[in-house]
DNA sequence: CTAGGTTTCCTACAACTGTTAGGCAATTCG
DNA sequence: CGAATTGCCTAACAGTTGTAGGAAACCTAG
């Protein structure tokens, strides 16, 4: 049935690839086109616009994000388990460091549409978000945090690992010593002792 | 000399507060020309190109929020001054999240030009940047922090901070409780604790 | 008050990106 | 082999960035 070429998967993949070369924003519908040797027209048979390739490699490189983690947190528990999930994390963001961006440029404008359309790629990514968080639970539930605290202590992980990272891969620690990779593990160390406190209800 | 009209200063203001509005990313030449009631071109007698312009949004900014960081912190040390600090921060990012969005998205790209010009915008950005890095450290040292510890203390400090209020700002907070609102006194709490076990010296 | 010089702003234009419309050609299945 | 299907193309338009050169408004000096 027609002659083979292009799908929408392989789009999105060349897609991610391409932010992780140039960086996300760089990849735009004329840019990706000429990657692929097609011309700009062509990707609009896969693809519905630049909001929904963007939108779509969202979700991919999320599910990535998501597979990557869960395959580092086979075994282990508590601070194992911890030291996995946030090395996993960090290992994928330096690795592809334009794949980690679009995981968190999914954000709301200032003034968003209350009511913007929820397209296939935006439920793909809602999905996938939501099997990130699931990770996330899963690493501090295995702390024995009590369901009270389970939200603050995924806020607490999450903000921690996700903001060192990304200041991490901006540069701002680039310049001071000592080197990122030494206080990495420190960090570490002290979000597994205030889990601890946490599940122990040893706050407040 | 010369008629009066824009300058750079009166069109850098005016594009942080598009960002506001609209988004940094939506912070165009042509938007910004329509809002300011000139034609496009006009913009280049004060600004060199986009890439200058968002330069130099984000080291107005950066400028603007050291001033209201530094303002809070007026009195105050140890947890008081951590609070003081950092919920000036967080007002500042949720009252204008279009100019918090430009502060952190002075990104280096994937392959960024080790010899990329240094603009005069450039040079402002590092500037402000490094006033806001000194007004972190003036937290930290307050608590009593040796030398030795000094900038692992900043990284966990900035880290929990800025990821905390990006994560916020994205929504990712909304969908579940207890509200955001309630959770960040607690994960003020958490960190006065980690920077006071670091004075301390009871880490490790 | 007038003449110069300065600065602002404009029109015109070129190049590129996003997008739509419609058509040709290659492939696969009956 | 024929025909439906599909992939890709050219043509064209709107919007954006950026350049070049010119006209008008303003301030100051004589």
Redesign the interface.
């Known amino acids: 049935m027609g002659r083979p070429g292009l799908n929408r998967s392989a789009v999105i993949a060349a897609a991610a690839d391409l932010a992780?070369?140039?960086?996300f924003?760089?990849v735009t519908i004329s840019v990706l086109a000429r990657h692929l040797g097609v011309r700009s027209p062509t990707l609009y048979s896969h693809i519905s616009g630049a909001t929904d390739l963007r939108t779509a490699v969202t979700a991919y490189v999320l599910d990535e994000l998501a597979d990557a983690t869960s395959t580092a947190m086979a075994a282990g528990e508590g601070r194992d388990l911890l030291v996995a999930y946030a090395d996993a994390i960090r290992d994928f963001a330096r690795r592809s460091?334009?794949r980690y961006?679009a995981t968190?440029r999914?954000?709301?404008?200032?003034?968003a549409d209350p009511a913007a359309e929820i397209t296939d790629a935006v439920a793909a990514a809602i999905t996938a978000g939501r099997r990130n968080a699931d990770l996330a639970l899963t690493v501090v539930r295995s702390y024995g945090i009590s369901e009270t605290n389970e939200?603050?202590a995924v806020?607490?992980m999450?903000?921690?690992?996700?903001?060192?990272i990304?200041?991490e891969?901006?540069?701002?620690?680039a310049h001071?010593?000592?080197p990122?990779e030494t206080?990495w593990p420190?960090?570490l160390?002290?979000l597994d002792?205030?889990l601890g406190?946490i599940a122990t209800g040893q706050?407040?």
């Open positions: 992780d070369e140039l960086g924003d760089a460091p334009g961006d968190i999914q954000r709301v404008p200032p003034n939200t603050y806020r607490l999450s903000s921690l690992i996700h903001g060192y990304t200041l891969i901006a540069g701002t620690f001071s010593e000592p990122s206080t420190e960090v160390e002290d002792r205030a406190l706050r407040h």
